[in-house]
């Protein structure tokens, strides 16, 4: 496996850097200083005025929509392994990402619409959603029951004459609290009598259709993630054309599948991304603090702390950085037991390295004058979202005891289909 970056990538790999360093870095305080505005008007689910005015300079300095490969409608787009790279760098900085139109939920449902949809669905809603011109939320996850086995799900879809009529109630909608949300795609059941994993089907469901009702915000940690959020959502009755269906009744279990691979594997170079940031403002601390006579950098316990968080940060690259190989090479369903390695392995490692630098931060550590607190908050729901780590590891001990047996019987593991719990 070769994992050196092209010429191309390396170029943009630059371009990014001097980006951040332009761009981002220096307007992580304007940022919070907006949403903290916006709170104090009455209003923090409005747009933030920074991310709109930068998203015309990510894209004339070609850094748009590059998660999506083998696109006619985004040509820009770049394989899992070229992605990597850049997809940690925006990981650095919380909403960095959308800058780039590359942030979820949107990176996975225009990747559901272009693999999926038919041509009239690109049109209506992939063609905006790439242009950045909307936003968009998937309705999977919900509370009644356990979520991390996806054919728990109860939402109710069932046909009357030429619509869909849509009843149950989700959650951990993330995105559907910014006005700018328009789509919604909802998993349900259209034919509970039928095998497990063909009793779920996938809608597309307009924002402002009638009988969907958005509850709540749930805020992580106490982070409201205004004005993406993270919503609550009854629907009711909700009526939509059969022609919004996507792919046809009972295969919304298989579209879950080709959806979560590449959504998993884009927060796990993110969260690398993160850890990086992470051990940078650690190894900065340590030696500009003076404690017990001495500089922290020169407490022994330190050095061990550093040397291990960047053996950690190059074994969950190298993880990841293989399973984009084999997306690329041999697809997502050969790819599943390092899809489901490193999003065991990247959260937890992330959260042991910003743990490390929020100690070494002492009680600024745990405030919002640095970004550690928050990206604690929203790596600890990793571990939940896109499938818990009991699910992942339940299914590569499964592979390996079928490996050990008998090697085709690896090929019959099911695939977790999971969004939280």
Known sequence: ?????????????????????????????????????????GNAWIPTQLIEALKPKARAAGLWNLFLPRSERAPEGLSNLEYAPLCEIMGRVPWAAEVFNCSAPDTGNMETLERYGTEAQKDRWLEPLLAGAMRSAFLMTEPAVASSDATNIQCSIQRDGDDYVINGRKWFASGAGDPRCQL???????????????QQSMVLVPANTPGIRVLRPLPVFGYDDAPHGHMEIELENVCVPVDNILLGEGRGFEIAQGRLGPGRIHHCMRTIGAAERALELLCQRVQTRVAFGKRIADHSVWHERIAEARCMIEQARLLTLKAAYLMDTVGNKVARAEIAMIKVVAPNIALQIIDWAIQAHGGAGVTED??????????????????????HRDMIAKLELARHLDPRAATQVEIPVTRGS
């Not at 050196?4 to 220096?26: C, D, N, Q, T, W």
């Not at 928050?374 to 009991?390: C, F, H, W």
């Open 184 to 198: 919604y795609i909802v998993m349900g059941k259209t034919d509970p009598t039928a095998h497990r994993h063909q």
């Open 1 to 41: 496996m070769d994992f050196s970056h092209s010429a191309k990538v390396e170029a943009m790999r630059a371009g990014l850097s001097r980006f951040f360093a332009e761009h981002i870095y220096p307007n992580e305080r304007r940022f919070a200083e907006e949403i903290a505005h916006n709170r104090s008007a």
């Open 370 to 391: 640095f970004v550690l607190a928050y990206a604690y908050a929203s790596i600890r729901t990793l571990r939940l979202a896109d499938g818990p780590d009991e699910v």
